[in-house]
């Protein structure tokens, strides 16, 4: 049974801006904390073309 326009259908679309907005504010932390821009698993530079591509990106491509 579907539930059309109802606040169910918009659920799950919620909870992915939800994880989404997560994201960003964790970047923000890390700009804040100087760590944005850097591989959190082996601590190397992240590209700046990998950035462009992916701004929410937490590990260099080696990494991740
Ligand atoms: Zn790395």
Redesign the pocket.
């Known amino acids: 049974m579907e539930e059309r326009g109802g606040p169910g259908r918009y659920g799950p679309v919620l909870a992915k801006v939800r994880e989404e907005l997560d994201e960003v504010e964790e970047a923000m932390k890390r700009v804040e904390d100087g760590r944005y821009g850097r591989?959190e698993?082996?601590?190397?530079t992240i590209s700046a073309e990998e950035l462009d591509a992916s701004p929410l990106a937490r590990?260099?491509l080696?990494?991740s």
């Open positions: 591989c698993a082996c601590g190397s590990r260099c080696a990494c």
